[in-house]
């Protein structure tokens, strides 16, 4: 599905990623982990072009995209659903919906769409007039999971979603990422909560210093993590 | 008290216009963080159009002001297309472009035009009489035009899809792109959308005062006082400031000096920047569209 | 010893070359004239180049302090006959106490915002000087006819002699900004350009430095302004308005900051060059647009960038240099 091959760039100050290889397959869900500042964003904005500066190669289907702009990414299938969420805050949840299924171009597509979504993500059914604004921090995660998901992606590219969350919402947010894998969608996780993270994916990666320095399966990373936190007595 | 109401009138009257010019400077703003300091040059050439277009070919008032508003949208998009759109990441670069736009667009002015002032002749003579106030049938005109001009412009922001992709663009960006919004070819539409409007402005102003190659520059102050009046700006507080600039003035000059209106507005300008910058200009420098 | 002896040597050109200007055009007729007002512009650059280049805000009100200097020289030399020497200092403290009171709400501002502001101080300033008609002799303001005064039994009333006394200020501007970047103050600029958030946590009060270079350049503007009063012998608002900043701005994006030579080049380039092509008057500002737009699209790094990246050239250079041997 995806496939990232040798991949560095950063911003105007500097780089940031350096030979950053790895992939996602079709219906699979990969967690990229690491600590803050490692580059984990960084790699999911060089997929969705916005990324300033980015050299070597991503493919899409075996199609390269290093030379397409953002939003023809979206054309081809890649949701994003940014750190912080990033909701369109003094539009109503609905637009908010609506506005993800952009490149559908179609009046009753997008209703069609809408209502989709809203079945997948309960929650905001009853708040479709409320300005997205005023929702809680768990319910803007839900918008933004469902205004990525309401144009029917193939990649998801989920940037933090437990942040700031409380347990029960993260629970509750972790699951219902669980189920958007339907239909072999795929879904790379980046998470600073690599337990959480692995529970839920089939391979995780660890970046550090804009580098990938461990790949495998999840629960052979959880296992090392694990031990790895026991060590240094801190969790979570 | 009737004088009073006349004065209202004229003032409501000019500031629907203000608020024309305003809303593309507060929406390029929005969407860019640039100031467009041309944007008045634009007003100025479409009031010149209008005028070309009634006095010497004859045209009707109404066509000749939508042949206006369409040549503003031609020329906001060629001004993105050849010079902004290679300053989007620096705003400052921007500005001194458009400086250098009102020395081009004036002395084009100047020499098709003169330095004259040019004065239409009257297109709608007569006026409408009740209760001791008057309102000319040009005047008349004038406020239904703007009004229709900025209820479509709202419908527009808040019913279309268009519309509602340019309010995502301005709150959340990198968002914006990553729910497919291509957003080159919106910040051009908003340059479009709002040069359209100033030069259809411009239309109006032409018909109801002389106009001269100058008059650019002052309504570019006009539309930077009332977008910070109208806090930069949501679309409603533009408007809301363009009428509450056209009163005021309207009021100062009917009842203190005239001489000095202009400094009374580029005063508070300079207050609302100094003192609430955050608040308009913002960290975010957001839009609240 | 040698890089003392080289620069003693270039400051011996620069001065035998600025001397020798009239000897070459002529001490009267309009070249010498011309080579007056390259000078004075030069002079203008310099002030706004210690805001612009050196503090990085880009002022849209500079020509309306020099108009203030100007307007008060001209009514202090023809109500109480005051001397064109006076007037320099008194011309220079009065736009010194505009900018002053001014800077109260333009040192909470930045960038854009700065800008913004600005042009709504020079708009003001310019519709008093359009307004206060009896100071100011309204839009067709005020004629002029004095000359300098003899001073040390020299004589400045001819144009070639007035050009020494541009020339002098020129050089002595130029020495004294050279002066105050070295100073702590430069050094409080430098860091407030590189970042202001550390500047504030290393004690430098920002606003004051923001006030200090705003006042001392308005300061320079006034002085200038006693000079363009002198040389042209008449004032009027036009003179100065926003476009005259604007075209400031130009010529020391073409001549940099820094240099002597710079912003004598960036002047000539857009006082003479118009001159020289005999350009209709409708056309030349066309080419100042032209220059300006195609300045800010080719420069990659943009027009402020290219002053950072002079910047640290210069710092640079400047680290290899040890100032101190302690």
């Known amino acids: 599905m995806l496939a990232i091959d040798r991949l560095s760039g950063g911003y105007r100050g500097g780089s940031v990623l350096f030979d950053v290889s790895l992939s996602v397959g079709a219906g699979e869900i990969v967690a990229l982990i690491g600590p803050n500042g490692a580059g984990k964003t960084s790699v999911l904005r060089a997929i969705s072009r916005t990324l300033p500066q980015s050299r070597g190669a991503i493919s899409l289907n075996g199609e390269d995209i290093m030379r397409r702009t953002g939003h023809q990414v979206v054309a081809l299938g890649v949701a994003h659903v940014p750190e912080g969420r990033r909701v369109f805050p003094r539009l109503t949840v609905r637009d908010n919906i609506a506005l993800g299924a952009f490149v559908l171009d179609d009046h009753a597509k997008t209703a069609e769409a809408v209502a989709n979504a809203t079945d997948v993500f309960p929650a905001l059914k009853s708040r479709l007039e409320q300005l997205a604004g005023t929702l809680s921090g768990g319910e803007q995660q839900m918008l933004a999971l469902a205004r990525g998901f309401v144009s029917n992606p193939k990649l998801m590219l989920l940037d933090e979603p437990s942040l700031g969350l409380s347990p029960r919402m993260t629970d509750e947010v972790f699951a219902l990422i669980e189920r958007l894998r339907t239909g072999g969608r795929s879904i790379l996780l980046v998470e600073q909560n690599a337990i959480l993270a692995l529970e839920i994916a089939d391979r995780g990666y660890v970046i550090e210093g804009g580098r990938i320095v461990t790949e495998g399966r999840s629960d052979e990373l959880r296992r090392a993590e694990l031990l790895q936190q026991s060590y240094l007595g801190h969790a979570g | 008290m009737t004088d009073l109401i006349q004065q209202l009138i004229n003032g409501l009257l000019i500031g629907g216009l203000y608020a024309l010019v305003a809303l593309g400077i507060s929406l390029v703003f929005g969407l860019t963080g640039m100031v467009n300091f041309a944007h008045g040059e634009v007003v100025m050439l479409g009031g010149y159009l209008t005028f070309t277009l009634t006095q010497s070919f004859g045209m009707p008032f109404l066509g000749s002001l939508v042949g206006s508003l369409l040549a503003g949208g031609l020329l906001g998009f060629a001004m993105d297309r050849t010079t902004f759109r290679y300053t989007r990441g620096t705003p400052m670069n921007g500005l001194v472009i458009s400086l250098g736009l009102i020395m081009i667009f004036q002395s084009l002015a100047m020499t098709i035009w003169g330095t004259e002032p040019l004065t239409m002749d009257v297109l709608f003579p007569g006026a409408f009489q009740q209760w001791g106030l008057s309102l000319s049938i040009q005047k008349a005109i004038t406020l239904v035009v703007t009004a229709v001009l900025i209820a479509g412009f709202g419908l527009f922001l808040v019913k279309s899809r268009a519309g509602r992709a340019l309010r995502a663009l301005a709150q959340e960006p990198e968002a914006a792109v990553y729910v497919g919004i291509p957003v080159e070819r919106y910040i051009a539409l908003s340059m479009v959308i709002g040069t359209a409007l100033a030069a259809a402005a411009g239309a109006m102003f032409a018909a109801l005062f002389s106009i001269t190659p100058f008059v650019g520059t002052s309504l570019t102050a006009k539309g930077f006082i009332v977008v910070a009046l109208g806090g930069m700006g949501s679309a409603a507080g533009t408007i809301a400031g363009g009428l509450l600039l056209g009163v005021m003035e309207a009021l100062g000059a009917g009842y203190i000096s005239a001489a000095f209106t202009d400094a009374y507005g580029l005063l508070l300008f300079l207050l609302v920047l100094s003192f609430k910058p955050a608040g308009l200009f913002g960290v975010s420098g957001r839009v609240k569209l | ?326």
């Open chain 3, 1 to 326: 010893m040698s890089a003392r002896v080289s620069n003693l040597a270039t400051w011996a050109v620069v001065l035998a070359l600025l001397f020798a200007v009239p000897s070459v055009v002529g001490f009267d007729g309009a070249l010498i004239n011309i080579a007056v007002v390259i000078a004075i512009n030069a002079i203008l650059a310099f002030s706004l180049g210690i805001l612009f280049g050196y503090a990085g805000q880009m002022s849209l009100a500079h020509a309306a302090f020099y108009g203030i200097g100007a307007y008060t020289a001209a009514n202090i030399a023809l109500k109480w006959g005051v001397s064109f020497w006076w007037c320099l200092p008194i011309a220079a403290l009065a736009a010194m106490l505009v900018a002053a009171i001014l800077s109260i709400v333009v040192t909470r501002m930045e960038g854009i915002v700065f800008s913004l502001g600005t042009y709504a101080v020079g708009e003001m300033i310019r519709l008093v000087f359009v307004n206060w008609w009896q100071v100011t002799g309204g839009p067709q303001g005020l004629s002029f006819q004095r000359r300098p005064e003899s001073i040390f039994g020299l004589d400045f009333t001819t144009r070639g002699s007035f050009y020494y006394v541009v020339a002098a200020i020129l050089v002595l501007s130029y020495l004294g900004i050279r002066k105050l970047m070295k100073s702590k103050l430069g050094w409080w600029f430098v860091a407030l350009r590189e970042n202001p958030v550390l500047a504030q946590s290393l004690g430098i009060n920002v606003h004051l430095a923001k006030a200090i270079v705003f006042i001392l350049s308005a300061g320079l503007a006034g002085v200038v302004g006693v000079l363009y009063l002198y040389n042209f012998r008449h004032i009027s608002p036009e003179a100065f308005s926003v476009w005259e900043s604007i075209l400031l701005i130009l010529i020391v994006m073409i001549g940099g900051v820094g240099t002597m030579a710079g912003p004598i080049i960036g002047a000539a380039v857009f006082l003479v060059l118009p001159e020289v092509l005999r350009l209709p008057p409708t056309v030349q500002p066309v080419l100042i647009g032209v220059v300006l737009i195609l300045v800010v699209v080719l420069l990659p790094r943009g027009v402020v960038g290219t002053f950072e990246d002079w910047w640290k050239a210069r710092r640079i250079k400047g680290q290899a240099v040890p100032k101190e041997a302690a």
